[in-house]
Every structure is written in structure tokens, then in C-alpha cells.
């Protein structure tokens, strides 16, 4: 099948330049393309940060912090507000513009900009709300006052999986505390970030209080988190460039927000409606061709009914439209670089020679002759010690396991250094609650694999990081504690 076809052209209106200061300029480094996953083809070039480009950038985002501030929070809430209703209005060019950059189908992206939208819808009322409040003092003299303040300039890198809605979730909550904001969008798909600053800067938001500065994080990273002008950093990556994120900002002890990926566990129980659970897991598995921090990545199902599950779950995973997410009706995109293409290959491959069972996909799909499309693939009972059941798996690839005793699946659930997510189907609510808690993540889905929204802190422990975005939370990682203790004044005074 040939997708040559396929539009790849950009809306003109797109902007491909950093925004700083308040204007969009050209780099002056290299020249990166920005790929179609579904061609291989360029969409377009962007220059990326180079030299005094990144010196710019941080002194932009330092002078922007009193003029954000200074706003107060009422008018910060009515421009984020604003922000969201802009997002939701253009919300057919947000779509387009992320599925040619990152592949996935339109009608995901399109979900995924009303998402985004709502980052700021909710963090315009966030920012109405920063308490902070008064403590009786043990003297009579004494007065106790808590403060909520900005933590001050922020830096955030996001990256190319959910090219808006992570973007999003970082600069809603960093300016709905206060706080001036630099982001350094992914280089594969940097053009939703900056459609949202495009946004935010239509919208109100001063020149400096918002940065997108173009770049590859390798090159600026360190020089970023060590700068003093920055205050905190807030990223989500995978567990080594989390590593190294911690060690530069240990030398300027900058506080940092770490998102690393998960491995999550979805465990079934043998109660559950198998034909629908199936069915349910099989289009979360392979939402955004499985390249979701939260994925459902490794399936125990009860061996009264993993046949059946099996069974079901694989028709289903046959079922799946697969194609260039432009095209209507598309379940599956491509992966988005050919990276993944390379990298999926090898875990399958892996689990395969370990004695894995492969039910279905397994490889490239060749009735596509360009882009970067990977079968839908399942697998059965893979080694406890392969990569795929070790390793975050980023890809279309659903292993599925038997389990007999409940205990057994949740020590196999909790045997990756990883904790974003975990996930339980099950009729019983008290069996359900049981293993919620008993699952080692920040996050628990019971019947429900889309649980990422809003209002609902997100966020993981162990290796899959600390903090978390979103809800109440999310505003509290850009706020810093200030205690004033007011005494009367010593002495007599002429009154």
C-alpha cells in the first residue's frame, strides 16, 4: 500500500521559530527537520539553539518574572482562561499540525489539544487559589504568617509522545503559580508546543513570561538546570536522562519534577466480562501505537480465563484500522521515528528467543513502503527476565501472562524498578481496592485504562520519578513557603 498521497504540507500559519522576548526569531545553529512518521518525509526545518541563542533565552525568561507577576493572580487567571479558549477554537489546526509532526490519528490529537485545553482552563482557577494562611503563635506577641510565592523562573522539557498535552501541563501550572516559563519543546514534534505559545502570547500572556526556546536538550540541559536564573525544573524523560537531569541540578541544588516513564501491570481477575475487558485493553494498549508513559504494558489474566482473554483480546488487536492517522477511521498510526521502528523490533525479537508465544504482529508491516508502521503485536507468556517485560516498552507490543494465586500477580505487577501506573479489571470493588493499594505506583485504573486528566494528580514513585502535574498538586510544585513571624514592637513608642 503505498501513502505517498498523503498531504504533508503545514498550515502557514504554523510558527517554526523560538519565541523569545515576545518574538519569534531563527536560531542560529543547525538546521533540523521535523519528519512525517507516516512518509518519512520532511514537514518542514526549524533552526535549533546555538551559542548566545540559549543566553537569550534565559535572560527572557528571568526579565519576564516581574512582569508576570505584577499582573496579579485574577488577570494571570483570565489570560489562562484565555489561553484555553483559543485552544479549544483552533482545536482542528492543533490536530493536524500534531499528527503530521507526530503520527498519531487525528481524532486522538484532536483529544489530546481539548486535553490540553483543560490543563488551563483548571490552573485559571488554581491560580485564584494559592493559600496561604495564619498560625495562632505560642506568645501573645507573636503573629505567624504562611506565604505561598512563585518559586521564580522555570525550565521544562517535554517530550515528543504527547507533543501538546505535556508541554501543556507544565506551562498552565508554572503560570498559574507566577512563575516566567521556559520550555524546550521535543525536537522531533516541537511544533504543537509552539502552537500553544502562540496561544498563550495572543492571549496576554508578556513577552519574557513564556520562552520556547528550539534545541536539543542534550546540548542545553545542563547549562539550563545550573543557571542560576532558573528556580526549578520540571521534565519528563526516561530514567537515564532523569539521572542525569538530578546530578546537574545537585551542583545549583535546583529542585527539580521528574516524569520517567512506567511499565505499567494490568491485572485481570477471573470475575470479569472477558469479551469487553478485551476489547477495552486492546484499544488502550494500542492508543497512540502504545507510545503512552502509562500504557497498559504487561497483562496477568487469570488462567481460569486467559485463553478466552487471549482469544478476544487478539480479534481485537486484528481488528484495528492501521494507516496514516490523516486518514478517517484509523485506530493506528506509525511509530513516531525510526528509532522506535528499530527499537520495538528488538523487544519482540528478544521475548521470541526467550520462548515468548507470538499470536500476532511481530514485525514491520510491508504493505507500507514509507513510514515508520510496526504491527500490532501480542505475545504469550514471555520470560519474567525478557526486555519486554523488564524494560518500559513504548510500543505497540501487549505480552500476556496466566497467573493462579492473586499474591503471585501482584509480586510479578511490582517487579520493575518502574511505578507511574498499574491497572485492575475486576467486578468485586473490595478485591479491586485490595490491589490497588497493594500495586507500587502513583497511579491505579480500576476498570478504566484512560485515567490521565486535569483535575487528578499525575504523577509516579520508584524509579518512574517524583512530584506531580495536574490537580492541586500540580500548582504546588511552582510555589515556595515563606514563615514571617511578626512581634510587637520592643519598647515604649510616643503614640
Known sequence: MENSSIATALPASVPT?????????????????IDNPATGEALCTVRVSQGGDLEKALDSVHRGESEWQALGAWERSEILRQIASTMRVEADEFALV???????????????VLASADQFDWMADEARRVYGRIVPAKNATD???????????????APWNFPSLLPARKIAAGLAAGCSVLVIPAIEAPLSALLIARA????????????????????????????????KVSITSSVPVGQQVMASAAQSITPVTLELGGHSPVIVTADVD??????????????????????????????AIRDQFIE???????????????????????????????????????????????????????????GYFFEPTVLVEPSANSRVMQEETFGPIAPIAGYSDLEE???????????????????DLRTSLDIAKSLEAGMVGINNLTIATAEAPFGGVKMSGFGREGALEGIEEFLQTKYVNVRAPLGSADV
Open 143 to 157: 503573629e505567624i504568617y504562611v506565604f505561598k510565592e512563585p518559586v521564580g523562573p522555570i525550565a521544562t522539557f
Open 312 to 370: 478476544e483480546f487478539t480479534s481485537h488487536t486484528q481488528g484495528l484500522s492501521i494507516g496514516p492517522g490523516t486518514e478517517a477511521g484509523v485506530d493506528v498510526g506509525p511509530l513516531s521515528t525510526k528509532r522506535r521502528l528499530d527499537a520495538i523490533q528488538d523487544l519482540v525479537d528478544d521475548a521470541t528467543s526467550q520462548g515468548a508465544g507470538l499470536v500476532s504482529g511481530g514485525k514491520r508491516l510491508s504493505s507500507f513502503s514509507e
Open 98 to 112: 500534531m499528527t503530521l509532526e507526530q503520527g498519531k490519528p487525528l481524532a486522538q490529537s484532536r483529544a489530546e
Open 17 to 33: 521559530q523560538s519565541l523569545i522576548g515576545g518574538q519569534w526569531v531563527d536560531c542560529s545553529g543547525d538546521t533540523v527537520a
Open 409 to 427: 500477580a501482584i509480586t510479578r505487577a511490582n517487579q520493575t524498578p518502574y511505578g507511574l501506573a498499574g491497572f485492575v479489571f475486576s467486578q
Open 274 to 303: 472477558v469479551a469487553e475487558v478485551a476489547k477495552v485493553c486492546a484499544a488502550g494498549k494500542f492508543r497512540n501505537a502504545g507510545q503512552v508513559c502509562i500504557s497498559a504494558s504487561r497483562f496477568f489474566v487469570h488462567e
Open 200 to 231: 498563550a502570547l495572543a492571549s496576554g500572556v508578556p513577552g519574557g513570561a513564556l520562552t520556547a526556546l528550539l534545541a536539543n536538550p542534550a546540548e542545553v540541559s545542563e547549562q539550563i538546570i545550573t543557571d542560576a536564573r532558573i528556580r
